[in-house]
């Protein structure tokens, strides 16, 4: 396991549990160090005890040492650098899967296309997403997510590996609409932030929200990605979830600037990455690129990157010209 913030945490916990020996790798010695003394993430996930299977460590050397199976949970922007590190140890590695979202913001690539530009295509792949947050995984309250790689077989494989009586893993081969939900919906999180904190009300959510699938849909189309994925965990699942709770550090981020705040106070303030904040970017020039129409996410670019004031992004999305739905 590779990336020890809060979802990394979750997940290693969660596979821990599931009784995989599992070791956890971090940049952080400090933070690791505590964790090591803790035998919890106090940092992230305050209370929640370490099983006794996994290790923590942050000797990159050491958390690959015979290990076949990997799993990356670092932000987007971490994502080359992270595969740049481990591409000299994959003579012993057989699986390589990864939780992270996003499209890498320099070059517009989804995740399993940087996997394939940096270590190849040798290795068994997988990505998991979905309608999780890393608190409620790591108290093991009931949950489920996504599971997509082309081998079914290596689908089931990672998805066994994870369940247990309360986290349940689906399976699909649709790799591009799973990377594609999950790296426009802390996007649209941003901008259900923004809804509420003008004092909107939950009209104007839930129309944000149902377009801003349908944006989804028309991305993830166009990138060769299956329809019906969108209705499922890692797309609709995923993006009400992160729409409407406050747990979403997007959806924070979004209710801050509706506020007035400075995106780079806000980000301060959380504390934590906020996706969102390089995902508007990517999907934004993404979308561009390939000609698809994104009007969300086009003012909420505007909104972060370009000063336009919140409640003039939501004047120009209701005064675009009627068409039909």
């Known amino acids: ?91 012993s590695i057989k699986y390589l899967s990864w939780a992270t979202k996003g499209f890498e913001t320099s070059t517009g690539l989804l995740p399993h296309q940087v996997v394939a530009d940096v270590i190849g295509t040798n290795l068994q792949t997988a990505v998991l997403s979905g309608p999780t947050f890393a608190a409620e995984v790591a108290a093991n309250l009931p949950s489920a997510l996504s599971i997509a790689s082309s081998s079914q077989e290596n689908a089931f494989r990672l998805a066994e590996s994870i369940s247990t009586d309360s986290f349940r893993a689906y399976v699909l081969k649709d790799v591009i609409g799973v990377e594609v939900g999950g790296a426009t919906k802390n996007v649209f999180a941003i901008g259900a932030g923004i809804s509420d904190g003008l004092g909107f009300g939950s009209n104007t959510r839930i129309a944000m929200m149902s377009r801003a699938l349908m944006e989804m849909v028309r991305l993830g189309l166009a990138l060769g990605a299956q329809k019906d994925t969108f209705i499922g965990l890692s797309g609709m699942g995923d993006l009400v979830l992160t729409c409407t709770d406050d747990q979403s550090r997007n959806r924070r981020f979004g209710l801050g600037l509706a506020s007035g705040a400075s995106a780079k106070d806000l980000r301060k303030t959380i504390g934590q990455v906020v996706e969102g904040y390089y995902a508007a970017s990517a999907v934004y020039k993404v979308a561009k690129r390939l000609s698809v129409e994104m009007p969300i996410v086009e003012q909420i670019y505007k909104v972060i990157y370009e000063g336009l004031p919140p409640n003039e992004a939501v004047s120009n999305l209701l005064k675009r010209p009627l068409t039909p739905e």
């Open 1 to 91: 396991m590779l990336g020890s913030g809060s979802w990394g945490t979750a997940l290693a916990i969660q596979f821990a549990r599931a009784g995989r020996q599992t070791i956890m790798w971090g940049i952080e010695e400090k933070e690791i160090e505590s964790m090591k003394q803790a035998r919890k993430n106090e940092l992230y996930l305050p209370g929640i005890s370490f099983p006794d299977t996994l290790q923590i460590t942050t000797n990159f050397e050491e958390a690959l040492f015979k290990v076949e199976d990997v799993l990356i949970v670092v932000p987007s922007h971490a994502f080359r650098e992270t595969l740049e590190r481990l591409k000299s140890y994959t003579q």
